[in-house]
């Protein structure tokens, strides 16, 4: 069986969404670079968030693209993100 984040599947169900973080690198190595993450919110409540995942956007923006896709949800996010850069 498979789950669903979808409204119209479950009406009550609140969306999940995923949005691009940027920080600064905290590694003595990389100070001052800056490293991007995502978010996970159920609606407007944040779920999930890995904050360093690489410093090149346009890979976490894949990743993100990728978790909306597939379904993605905050029990599996960490799951996922590790996979991916493995």
């Known amino acids: 069986m498979q789950e669903s984040s979808s409204a119209e599947e ?6 999940i969404s995923f949005q691009l973080t940027q920080r600064s ?16 919110y159920r609606g407007t409540a ?9 410093s090149h956007r ?3 923006e894949r ?3 990728l978790c909306r896709r597939n379904g993605v949800t905050e029990t599996t996010l960490f799951d996922v993100v590790e996979d991916f850069l493995d």
């Not at 479950?10 to 969306?15: D, G, K, R, T």
């Not at 690198?25 to 996970?40: D, K, R, S, T």
């Not at 944040?46 to 690489?54: K, N, P, Q, R």
């Open 25 to 40: 690198c905290m590694a003595e190595e990389c100070e001052e670079n800056i490293v991007y993450g995502m978010a996970l």
């Open 63 to 65: 990743l993100m693209e």
């Open 46 to 54: 944040l779920e999930g968030e890995v904050a360093d995942i690489s």
């Open 58 to 60: 346009s890979v976490v």
């Open 10 to 15: 479950n009406p009550f169900a609140e969306e």
